[in-house]
């Protein structure tokens, strides 16, 4: 007959997936993540599919089977203001509730923070990188910049030979994220293979469309008790049809950046006007707070006057 503390150490003979996702906390990450970002639904069912393989590993290591530590380094491409950063804090949260990591920070870099300007600088800030992000996700936006083969002097191959190093040898504490534009992406892993075999998962962030861009706006308006009167909700359309045609667009960071300016105008607005004022004015942006932000980021020409006219008649 076995002891209590004998019976209290058998593995279980079954284990509820569904139990242990809830439990974990996984549901309630991904609740957030859906709070958190509109749209990129292909991204989020990624993000699900990565944590139902890391739960299962879990549960075959619990039960005895032969389990080793997946492989989590990941790359993600996109333009920029799709979400790749937030979504890299979601995934270390995961990671360390289901025990993959010890800490579950995110610790976000450019080259600048890693690769140094003279010899012998590269190496203690790329490893002083290493270290603060060690037991969490180390997210390198940007990560084509490290590889610059034009510039002979060049130090980031230094750089990039620590943290290949590191990405294989302490992959159980650490989970790379390159982040970038998807050609850029693709010709550093052709001019970097070591980078490519070790990255397990690659997920692609589409642009936002006009409507999740609208919706977008909303939310940020109304996070701070901020919102668009009929008129101006129909001119902030138009604007983002576009805005999106012209240089430099950053998806959901344009539509934060117009948001600021539109609401600088309306302050303007507002006080230039001398009148007294009640919340709802200071609450409501309109027609004349979104053509100024639009006049201010070069959109002049007439099918935009034409479609605002239009939406606002």
């Not at 650490?174 to 850029?184: C, E, K, N, P, T």
């Not at 490519?196 to 109304?222: C, G, K, N, V, W």
Request: charged residues 25%; aromatic residues 8%; proline residues 5%.
């Amino acid at each position: 007959m076995s002891s209590p503390t004998e019976t209290s150490l058998a593995p279980p003979q079954t284990i509820d997936l569904r139990d242990e996702f809830e439990q974990a906390g996984i549901d309630a990450v991904l609740q957030a993540l859906d709070a958190e970002l509109l749209g990129l639904k292909p991204v989020k069912t990624r993000i699900r599919e990565i944590a139902a393989l890391l739960l299962v590993e879990r549960a075959r290591r619990r039960l005895g089977l032969a389990s080793e530590p997946p492989t989590l380094h990941m790359s993600f491409t996109g333009n920029p203001g799709t979400g790749k950063t937030s979504v890299a804090m979601r995934i270390a949260d995961i990671l360390h509730r289901l025990g993959f990591l010890r800490r579950g920070h995110l610790v976000a870099v450019t080259r600048d923070d890693l690769v140094g300007q003279y010899i012998g600088h590269t190496a203690p800030k790329t490893k002083e990188v290493l270290k603060r992000a060690m037991g969490g996700v180390l997210f390198i936006d940007e990560a084509y910049y490290l590889y610059r083969p034009e510039n002979e002097r060049d130090y980031g191959q230094e750089s990039i030979e620590i943290l290949l190093q590191v990405m294989e040898n302490q992959r159980e504490d650490l989970v790379v994220v390159l982040a970038g534009y998807a050609d850029r992406m693709d010709r550093f892993f052709a001019s970097n293979p070591g980078f490519r075999s070790r990255i397990a998962h690659h997920i692609e962030f589409p642009d936002y469309t006009d409507e999740e861009l609208l919706r977008i706006a909303e939310s940020m308006l109304a996070t701070n008790e901020y919102r668009f009167d009929p008129a101006g909700l129909e001119a902030m359309r138009a604007y983002i049809a576009a805005r999106r045609n012209l240089p430099h667009f950053a998806n959901a960071r344009s539509i934060r950046n117009a948001l600021d300016r539109a609401r600088l105008r309306q302050a303007n607005r507002l006080f230039e006007s001398g009148a007294p004022v009640d919340a709802q004015a200071l609450s409501t942006l309109t027609r004349a707070d979104i053509e100024a932000t639009a006049r201010i980021v070069g959109i002049r020409r007439s099918p935009f006057l034409y479609s605002l006219r239009a939406a606002t008649r």
